[in-house]
């Protein structure tokens, strides 16, 4: 007789790491032994510091929350979903869960047998390496079809993975450590500690460190008698210390702690224990830094049940921003990263949103993100510009059927506007009737806009031609497209009017070499970065791209990319153009996180003589591409 529920678990199994790397009989007799678990929510599998249990954990239905309590803080670590393995500490390390495990919903698991599978992984080395690999980087599935999944830790798989970034980036750690020399008591170090609010001390000599003393030595080695508080505080110090450059990673860090199970890492100028200590790393910055990591942040977005829940979550979105930017992680990786968080945000609200309606939507529609939402090109939180295509429908359900919508985005930009996007001044959004058309409206009108161009149209153009779909029918956008270059293609002239808009801004420099600044109004001799040195990028990547039919890029720098392709003999230029653009989208980004405002306008006497040499390093790629422009379209008999 056949076991159905071992079949069953066996053919869940097999989809998921390590076990589609298993023999079928290795993974039948695991599903065999399976013990099937179900989880009422805010119930836990395990607590931190209890002892390990004799199986690990696969989710097979539900949502297992992993937290850290340190501190008093209660951090979510992570959250595991189907597929997920977690719980791995008795099969690698026989000591304390240093975790608990907390059921978000309920859940049904799949306990497996440590036993068995140390039977099997001492015969299938690549089984091994992974969960080695998975319970150092405390995540659940490093190869995790799905793109939640944090990065996997080894090496070698860094290199080439950017889903998320939480793992190569540096590592953030303490500056200006609290130490005191070996010749010190431990009782005059504790008081450091004490006054301090540190929960350690670094033994230094030299500048050099050469031993640390933790809360938990003061516990264990004084606390019980073992020595006395007036000794040195060499005698109870743990050394020689572990050290490292400033540089490591997020991933080295935490696989160093587990591999010389330590809760501290010395910063050193060289890396090493001869060199002066600039810093140490704490379990602790490891632990906070994954309760933010984009995963988690985007696992908990498709979890929330309200609003509040999402604004809590962008809030936490721009604290990852400030600590990439400031830790120098590549612009294109955060843009990535912000963009995919922001997209769920709003996935987020629309679902929330239909929810909300008293029925479903009468027909196909798509969300669509304009302007620098719709290039993914937003890392600062500015307004909001959307918009919304629904399907055709007879004429006497078209009042009906837009109706609908307009009440169902008004619901959507509510939503946004309370995490904290700010209503578009414009008002381009999908609530507004001008913004919320059927598929043929938004062919008329961009038909409209393309052969009857005006400074009006022309402006709109550059604005809703830079869309995304965040949300609906593929199909509906697609024949929106296919519409737009139809319209280029029998009015060619526009793309003349569109040049001529993209060469409104002069570049950035004036005659003299000086920075052109705005000569009135209250941003008055402040630089205007987005006008004079971002936007004529946009404006060129996107003009030369329309003319060459390209549909399937709106960013500014993969459509960069594709024109370096698609005109080799431009390729240097067009690579600069690149360069350029990542540098002033960083600056923006820096300026407008530290001034807590949009980064537009920049006050120039704030700058180092550096930092307008860098700036000014970007304007000859703009003045290069707007002469390209000006010959490629004959704009001069346009001005």
């Not at 960083?586 to 949009?598: A, C, I, M, V």
Request: proline content about 4%.
């Amino acid at each position: 007789m056949k076991n159905t529920i071992a079949e069953r678990i066996y053919d869940f199994l097999k989809d998921y790491p390590p076990f589609n790397i298993l023999e079928k009989e290795q993974l039948l007799k695991i599903a065999t032994n399976v013990k099937v678990t179900y989880v009422e929510k805010d119930s836990f599998v395990f607590k931190q510091g209890e002892n390990p249990h004799q199986n690990f954990y696969v989710v097979k239905d539900g949502a297992i929350g992993l937290f850290r309590s340190m501190e008093n803080d209660q951090i979510l670590i992570d959250i595991c979903d189907e597929g997920d393995l977690f719980g791995l500490r008795p099969l690698i390390q026989k000591d304390i869960y240093l975790m608990s495990a907390k059921a978000n919903e309920e859940s049904i698991l799949y306990a497996i047998s440590v036993e068995i599978l140390k039977e099997i992984i001492e015969t299938n080395d690549k089984v091994k390496k992974f969960l080695i690999a998975s319970f150092s980087s405390n995540i659940k599935t490093p190869y995790a079809k799905s793109n939640d999944a944090q990065l996997f830790a080894n090496i070698d798989s860094l290199a080439s993975n950017n889903s998320y970034y939480s793992e190569v980036q540096t590592a953030a750690y303490t500056k200006n450590p609290i130490t005191c020399s070996k010749l010190e008591t431990i009782k005059e170090a504790a008081q450091i500690m004490s006054s301090k609010r540190v929960g350690s001390i670094l033994i230094v000599e030299d500048k050099n460190p050469i031993g640390i003393i933790t809360d938990k030595d003061l516990r264990l080695k004084i606390a019980t008698g073992l020595f006395s508080i007036d000794e040195k505080v060499t005698k109870i110090m743990s050394s020689p210390v572990k050290t490292y450059p400033e540089k490591i990673t997020v991933a080295e860090a935490q696989i160093a702690m587990i591999k010389h199970k330590i809760t501290h890492l010395c910063i050193t100028k060289d890396g090493s224990i001869n060199s002066e200590l600039i810093g140490i790393l704490s379990e602790h910055d490891i632990v906070v830094l994954h309760g933010n990591n984009p995963s988690v942040l985007i696992k908990e977005i498709k979890r929330a049940k309200d609003v509040a829940k999402l604004k809590y979550i962008k809030e936490k979105s721009t604290s990852l921003l400030k600590g990439y930017i400031e830790q120098n992680i590549p612009i294109v990786f955060i843009s990535k990263i912000i963009s995919e968080i922001n997209e769920a945000i709003t996935i987020k609200a629309i679902e929330l949103s239909l929810e909300e309606m008293k029925s479903e939507p009468p027909v196909k529609f798509g969300w669509l993100a304009i302007g620098s939402q719709g290039r993914k090109e937003q890392l600062l939180i500015t307004d909001q510009d959307n918009a919304l295509v629904f399907e055709d429908v007879p004429k006497d359900k078209h009042s009906a059927t837009k109706e609908y919508f307009l009440d169902f985005s008004k619901k959507v930009t509510e939503k946004l506007h309370i995490v904290g996007f700010d209503y578009c001044p414009a008002d381009m959004m999908a609530s507004n009737p001008k913004w919320c058309l059927s598929l043929s409206e938004w062919k008329n009108q961009f038909n409209t806009w393309i052969t009857k161009p005006s400074e009006e149209s022309v402006m709109m153009c550059t604005i809703f031609f830079d869309y995304n779909l965040v949300y609906g029918d593929k199909e509906l956008v697609s024949k929106m497209s296919d519409s737009i270059f139809k319209s280029i293609h029998s009015y060619e002239i526009f793309l003349n009017f569109l040049g001529k808009n993209a060469l409104i801004n002069p570049p950035p420099l004036g005659f003299f070499r000086q920075f052109l600044v705005e000569h009135d109004g209250e941003h008055k001799d402040q630089f205007d970065i987005k006008s004079r040195a971002l936007m004529p990028l946009t404006d060129a990547a996107r003009l030369i791209t329309l003319s060459h039919n390209i549909k399937d890029k709106n960013n500014t720098i993969s459509r960069f990319k594709k024109l370096a392709k698609v005109e080799p003999q431009n390729k240097d230029l067009y690579l600069s153009c690149i360069d350029a653009f990542k540098i002033l989208l960083h600056y923006r980004t820096e300026q407008g996180l530290k001034h807590n405002d949009s980064g537009r306008y920049i006050d120039l006497n704030n700058l180092s003589k550096s930092e307008k040499l860098k700036l000014k390093g970007c304007f000859k790629p703009i003045k290069d591409i707007q002469e390209l422009l000006n010959i490629r379209y004959n704009l001069a008999q346009m001005m």
